[in-house]
């Protein structure tokens, strides 16, 4: 390998019990020498943003209730504030109408470690860009059929399943980044790196280091 890939953890640290997208998930990922971590953003319906992967949460629409009732949940500028110095950051928008509360977490604590906003949704792409020429911006797709060429990205993030030294070569003739998930097998964590990815999303955070980064700390 002649460089290695950016490590991250899935919604954090899904190891040790670590329950998803929450800080202590967020602390392991970092504590077991990851770069940074992948999560998730949600809007809820006083147009705050929350982290969570589903739609809902205890039973409850967060697109019909407030902030308020999902207090167990950590707040985008909270994460962002907590770790914007020692962590890249890969958020992921899971709904559209997203672009303006982003973009206020971003410059009230601009991230110094590195970070992107990543999506499934092309329109939340391009309304993000819309508003800001600079916030790197990550297409996440898991078809073939999926077209990343023209959207204003400089990430590409397909599924593991849809990865190639091909594919790998494509993007970087491009000049844009890639980074695939969600890798949680040695092998393909090896095979990923001698391919030349960018960056590797995983489950398993110290089996991710482990397998990349032996001799780290």
């Given amino acids: ?21 929450t800080i202590a998930a967020f602390e392991t990922a970092i504590q077991h020498g990851c770069d940074g971590f992948e999560f998730d953003v949600r809007l809820t319906g006083n ?17 019909k209730n407030e902030a308020a009732d999902f207090q167990h949940l950590p707040a985008l500028t909270d994460v962002i504030a907590r770790f914007c110095t020692r962590a890249f950051l890969d958020m992921e928008l899971k709904v559209a109408g997203l672009e303006e509360v982003v973009q206020a977490a971003l410059l009230e604590h601009p991230p ?18 819309a508003r800001s020429e600079t916030v790197p911006l ?11 060429q023209d959207l204003p990205v400089e990430y590409i993030v397909p599924h593991k399943s849809l990865v190639t030294p091909k594919l790998i070569e494509q993007v970087h003739d491009r000049k844009k980044y890639i980074m695939t998930w969600t890798v949680n097998d040695k092998g393909s964590m090896l095979r990923f790196a001698e391919w030349g990815v960018d960056g590797i999303i995983s489950d398993k955070t110290d089996l991710l280091v482990k397998t990349l980064r032996p001799h780290a700390g």
Wanted: proline share 3%; aromatic share 8%; hydrophobic share 40%.
């Fill in 47 to 63: 147009g705050q943003a929350v982290i969570c992967h589903n739609a809902r949460s205890r039973g409850r629409l967060l697109l």
């Fill in 112 to 129: 110094q470690a590195g970070y992107v906003v990543s999506s499934f949704l092309p329109e939340a792409l391009i309304a993000l860009r």
């Fill in 138 to 148: 990550g297409f996440i797709f898991d078809k073939r059929t999926a077209s990343w």
């Fill in 1 to 21: 390998m002649t460089k290695l890939p950016l490590l991250l953890g899935h919604r954090g640290s899904r190891t040790r019990g670590c329950r998803e997208n």
